[in-house]
């Protein structure tokens, strides 16, 4: 999975808790993306980093924050969680340097279930 | 607003035989065109892509076919495995910083063996 990882892979969590994500790089790439997947939707972009400290809002943003401190590390929070928060998520991470076309690359994902 | 639409849903396809799935766009600023093959529990991985100035790409037994008036491209799977179950996403990138992917639905493909 092109150097990514995800944390933690699965998780339960009630109506109401704050729930923090994890994606981990070792690729030193500068873009650094949060999707989530549900059924006959595909992927839908949540938040995506261009740098550290520089965020910018998805698609399907409301409800959920992120925060990037360090080029490797990007995390995503769901300050309360619902149930229509239940997904798969999926981080990725792209390059986008000259000679690239910003190929991205996904991680393995989080399973996430909101009861 | 779906901007990928991609189609069928789902698909059997014979061992040997081969796959098609298709996609049409909307936005004519889309610059490029990658295809992603996904297995369960797995994340989306890269499987072949395209840019809008070329009308076919191949890659093994994958084929991207390009339309670009049209606004239309397609997978071709030749020779279908049963190793090549998956769901395929195809996707558009538009112009410009971040590169935002935009999805299709997915295509969940069964070779049968």
């Known amino acids: 999975d092109a150097g990514i990882t995800q944390s933690p892979r699965h998780k339960v969590t009630e109506t109401g808790t704050p729930v923090t994500l994890r994606c981990h790089q070792t690729?030193?790439?500068?873009?650094m993306y949060w999707y989530r997947q549900d059924p006959g939707h595909g992927l839908r972009l949540i938040h995506y980093?261009?740098?550290?400290?520089?965020?910018d809002k998805g698609e399907v943003s409301d409800g959920y924050s992120v925060s990037r401190s360090k080029t490797e590390d990007f995390l995503l929070t769901l300050e309360s969680a619902t149930s229509s928060q239940t997904s798969v998520y999926f981080c990725a991470i792209s390059a986008l340097t000259s000679g690239t076309l910003g190929e991205q690359y996904f991680g393995p994902g989080t399973r996430l279930t909101v009861t | 607003q779906q901007q990928v639409k991609q189609s069928p849903q789902s698909l059997i396809v014979q061992k040997g035989g081969i796959s098609i799935i298709n996609c049409a766009y909307e936005n004519t600023a889309f610059d490029y065109f990658p295809w992603y093959q996904q297995f369960p529990g797995k994340g989306p991985a890269l499987l072949i892509a395209i840019r809008p100035d070329v009308s076919e790409k191949k890659e093994g037994r994958f084929t991207i076919s390009f339309n670009k008036s049209a606004k239309q491209f397609s997978l071709h799977i030749m020779d279908s495995q049963p190793g090549d179950s998956a769901t395929y996403f195809c996707a558009a990138y538009p112009p410009g910083s971040a590169r935002q992917l935009t999805f299709g639905s997915g295509t969940q493909l069964t070779v049968l063996p």
């Open positions: 690729e030193n790439h500068r873009y």
């Open positions: 980093s261009y740098g550290v400290k520089d965020t």
